[in-house]
């Protein structure tokens, strides 16, 4: 488990516009990652986040590009993938990770990257943010998309 070392993020997100888009493969963990990211939100005194659901974690790059296009200021991408016997993960993993840094860079809208990779449903669960996980990887990827916004639009609001 790599979880030391994790900054401590604390960002006043008041006012942004953000959507978190989670698969549903994985429903438990899936819970776990959708609870950990809207109390990411709450803390970061975000209100009336935009959840949106799609089947899995190779939906999640369209739905977060239609999303941060639309308006949103942040995006909270959460998945599961889970390694299998076949060359799926690896093509699933890819696509996703390549697809939602694309979304970033091309909008300039911050992604967080709350998709789990794991090699098996312990490690899944371990991350998860359900009670007794190591960690929270949805509060993570949601505290840092707020962040990243906050800092963003800090910087930028003196070039306007």
Same mark, same amino acid.
């Given at each position: 488990?790599?979880?030391?070392?994790?900054?401590?993020?604390?960002?006043?997100?008041?006012?942004?516009?953000?959507?978190?888009?989670?698969?549903?493969?994985?429903?438990?963990?899936?819970?776990?990652?959708?609870?950990?990211?809207?109390?990411?939100?709450?803390?970061?005194?975000?209100?009336? !986040? #935009?959840?949106?659901? +799609?089947?899995?974690?190779?939906?999640?790059?369209? @739905?977060?590009? $239609?999303?941060?296009?639309? %308006?949103?200021?942040?995006?909270?991408?959460?998945?599961?993938?889970?390694?299998?016997?076949?060359?799926?993960?690896?093509?699933?993993?890819?696509?996703?990770?390549?697809?939602?840094?694309?979304?970033?860079?091309?909008?300039?809208? !911050? #992604?967080?990257?709350? +998709?789990?990779?794991?090699?098996?449903?312990?490690? @899944?669960?371990? $991350?998860?943010?359900?009670? %007794?996980?190591?960690?929270?990887?949805?509060?993570?990827?949601?505290?840092?998309?707020?962040?990243?916004?906050?800092?963003?639009?800090?910087?930028?609001?003196?070039?306007?």
């Amino acid at each position: 488990m790599s979880g030391a070392g994790a900054p401590t993020v604390h960002a006043d997100g008041h006012g942004l516009r953000v959507a978190v888009i989670a698969a549903r493969w994985h429903e438990e963990i899936m819970g776990g990652l959708l609870d950990g990211a809207l109390t990411a939100l709450s803390h970061c005194k975000v209100e009336d !986040p #935009v959840v949106v659901r +799609v089947p899995g974690t190779f939906e999640l790059p369209v @739905a977060a590009s $239609r999303m941060a296009r639309s %308006g949103c200021e942040a995006v909270v991408a959460l998945g599961v993938v889970i390694r299998g016997g076949t060359p799926h993960f690896d093509y699933v993993c890819s696509a996703a990770t390549s697809g939602l840094t694309q979304v970033s860079v091309e909008t300039g809208v !911050p #992604v967080g990257f709350g +998709v789990l990779t794991c090699d098996d449903e312990e490690q @899944a669960y371990a $991350r998860s943010g359900l009670p %007794g996980s190591q960690e929270d990887k949805g509060y993570e990827a949601a505290s840092a998309a707020v962040s990243t916004a906050v800092v963003l639009r800090d910087v930028l609001k003196g070039w306007a």
